[in-house]
């Protein structure tokens, strides 16, 4: 009677004892599953313009996209949304005869952004340093529509920034664009962007 006692009492401690190697499992799994999240996201492919004048490096996940108009074009196909974020990087030739500065250069941009984009909006004007050189940065709005195809057009608010720096007679805008409501969250990969950014 006694050893049949014991087992009861044994009984729900054992359980107890399972119940929390399981918790100590899942939570460990957990963990495993946000560091190889972290690794993953941390991984960066290389780009370098063709004539070796400058390069970048961006996130591993992104991917490269078509553009005629750019030097480079990727995306965050992995992101929700109807507005992927997406970076973009192009390069036009300074007119010796016609010095411009980089703001002089953002204010072109900004005029032919305004005869070109819907509901066109300047937020802000910006300095700092891009692979060494001093750059500028317009951050702006506009409308876009996604969707196409079989889908019907959706009308997104899309915010966006144009760092421009200038290296051996050729500009260089390199432009992030997102949904507006991400865009607090999201311009922190278009920082590290630009902090790889090098020339040469």
């Known amino acids: 009677m006694e050893?049949?006692?014991?087992?009861?009492r044994a009984t729900p401690l054992k359980g107890w004892l399972d119940e929390l190697l399981v918790v100590i499992l899942v939570f460990v799994a957990l963990l495993l599953g946000w560091a190889v999240k972290g690794w993953v996201e941390g991984q960066t492919v290389s780009f370098t313009s063709d004539?070796?004048?400058?390069?970048?490096?961006?996130?591993?996940?992104?991917?490269?996209?078509?553009?005629?108009?750019?030097?480079?074009?990727?995306?965050?196909?992995?992101?929700?949304?109807?507005?992927?974020?997406?970076?973009?990087?192009?390069?036009?030739?300074?007119?010796?005869?016609?010095?411009?500065?980089?703001?002089?250069?953002?204010?072109?941009?900004?005029i032919a952004k305004g005869d070109e984009l819907t509901a066109f909006r300047v937020l802000n004007f910006d300095t700092g340093i891009v692979g060494g050189k001093e750059a500028s940065t317009m951050t702006y709005a506009y409308v876009a529509e996604t969707g196409g195809g079989s889908q019907a057009a959706v009308p997104v608010v899309v915010q966006a920034a144009d760092s421009v720096a200038i290296h051996d007679g050729r500009a260089y805008i390199f432009t992030f664009a997102t949904l507006a409501e991400h865009f607090e969250r999201e311009q922190e990969t278009f920082r590290s962007m630009l902090a790889g950014v090098d020339f040469n």
């Open 3 to 8: 050893h049949a006692k014991s087992i009861s």
């Open 51 to 110: 004539d070796g004048a400058m390069s970048l490096r961006y996130p591993a996940g992104w991917l490269e996209q078509v553009d005629k108009n750019a030097l480079l074009t990727v995306r965050d196909v992995r992101r929700e949304g109807a507005f992927k974020p997406t970076f973009s990087l192009s390069t036009r030739e300074m007119n010796p005869d016609l010095p411009l500065t980089q703001n002089d250069l953002l204010v072109t941009l900004s």
